[in-house]
């Protein structure tokens, strides 16, 4: 159930809020989109296919996007490394994408656009906190990321996740059928793992058995140690109980690994995240150093 019971005020706005660490990827790695080099020779397509993205957002008649902000992990690396050794790092990405993580915020930023450039915390905790914080001043807040940890903040239809990919809009009730609810979805991670992130999971543990589990328990240390006494039945309950006895303290830092912090001291006010159009001479250089000039006329149409 949606923990969200009031209406927003009227007229509040729809805050778009963007995993920009995964459009950064996903540019890097496009087909669609050529090479492209700066007048320095340095990498620069995946940084322009990401303010090219966010412009076209924001222009967007359909959907504009008129409070917005963006989050990077600029390093990849997190205080969560420090509580798990396996967890992800920056080693092994492509030197070309690498190149770009400053690059990337510059163009962002050029375009009006709030930046949030995490090194402490990581993008996803941004997103956390600032949907949190405002979803109860906001039509609603839309989450541009189909990766499945953020669906711990989704709450209702106020607060949603937008998976342009499939084009779908992924609510609370999509993500309690897809998996668990919300407030499982850490518990969920930290029993079936997640590779994206590093965290191992627990051995034998699957999508299936995970989500039938929490959705009888919610959370880890519900779930009685005798799985006689589970009230739900599960095929390799024996194994599968065994497992969790063994493995708990391991399951619990899991889950501390997945659960997305919403303390993140983001300085700005709702308001600030209002988009009032690009800095005509910040874009400019970001476009002379990307060798992306044709973003001006679509910036700037007209001039």
């Known amino acids: 159930m949606s923990t969200t019971e009031s209406p927003p005020p009227p007229d509040s706005p729809v805050l778009t809020l963007v995993d920009g660490t995964f459009e950064l990827f996903r540019a890097h790695f496009s087909k669609s989109s050529p ?31 008129t409070h917005i902000a963006v989050a ?39 375009l009006g656009i709030v930046v949030w450039s995490m090194r402490h915390f990581e993008a996803d905790d941004a997103l956390a906190t600032a949907a949190v914080r405002w979803k109860d001043a906001c039509q609603q807040i839309r989450i541009l990321t189909p990766d499945k940890d953020l669906g711990q903040v989704v709450d209702g239809d106020r607060v949603v996740q ?55 328990y919610q959370h880890l240390e519900y779930i ?25 303290d391991k399951a619990l830092l ?3 690994l997945a659960t997305l912090a919403t303390d993140v001291p983001l300085p700005e006010a709702l308001e600030n995240l209002k988009w009032r159009g690009a800095n005509r001479a910040a874009l400019e250089g970001f476009c002379n150093r990307s060798n992306a000039n044709s973003l001006m006329d679509r910036a700037f149409p007209g001039l």
């Open 224 to 248: 009685p140690n005798d799985e006689a006494q589970w009230s739900v039945k599960i095929r390799g309950a024996v194994g599968l109980a065994a497992t969790l006895r063994a493995n708990r």
């Open 254 to 256: 899991y889950r501390r």
């Open 72 to 110: 990077f992990d600029n390093p990849i690396e997190s205080f969560r490394n420090e509580l798990f050794a396996g967890y992800k790092t920056g080693e092994g990405i492509d030197s070309d994408l690498a190149s770009q993580f400053d690059l990337v915020e510059e163009g962002v930023a050029a």
């Open 35 to 65: 090479d492209r080099k700066g007048p320095d020779g340095r990498p620069t397509k995946a940084a322009v296919g990401v303010v090219r993205r966010l412009l076209a957002w924001v222009q967007d008649a359909k959907q504009p996007a």
């Open 162 to 216: 937008v998976d342009d990919i499939r084009d779908r809009i992924i609510n609370e009730a999509a993500v309690t059928e897809r998996r668990v609810a919300p407030a499982s979805i850490p518990d969920y991670l930290a029993l079936v793992g997640d590779t994206a992130d590093g965290i191992p999971g627990l051995p034998g543990f699957g999508e299936k058995s995970a989500a039938t589990l929490l959705k009888a």
